[in-house]
């Protein structure tokens, strides 16, 4: 896989940022912006990278509880693919701050919530 390096500029401080995408993905202006954003040294940048963290963290905790790891903490594991995929697009609107609080009553499975926590 071939990959090129684009220069952009950070839509919060102007600073050029290189980023490095493959060769056969298409990317807007939009992914590439949040992209520049997340190498940037800026304040922005650095709560960008908070958010991608805490997301990142928020799945991996979704994940156990959708694997056998479930039951070692008590749960049923949550086996629908497409529940999965809604909590987990719910965790990324969390994590930009588009849902505050999200609770789903699951089928079989009882309560699970999704909710928005600062750290700053
Ligand atoms: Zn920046």
New binding site residues.
């Given amino acids: 896989m071939s990959e090129r390096i684009q220069p952009t500029a950070?839509p919060?401080?102007?600073?050029l940022?290189t980023v490095v995408i493959p060769d056969d993905e298409k990317y807007s202006e939009a992914d590439l912006n949040r992209m520049?954003?997340l190498e940037?040294?800026?304040p922005?940048?650095r709560q960008q990278r908070a958010i991608r963290d805490q997301i990142e963290e928020a799945k991996k905790n979704l994940f156990m509880l959708s694997s056998d790891g479930a039951q070692n903490m008590g749960f049923e594991p949550i086996g629908d693919s497409a529940v999965i995929e809604m909590l987990e697009k719910t965790i990324e609107l969390a994590g930009y701050g588009k849902v505050l609080d999200a609770t789903f009553k699951l089928s079989g499975l009882g309560t699970v919530k999704v909710k928005r926590t600062s750290k700053e």
């Fill in positions: 950070c919060y401080c102007g600073q940022v520049a954003t940037c040294s800026c922005a940048g």
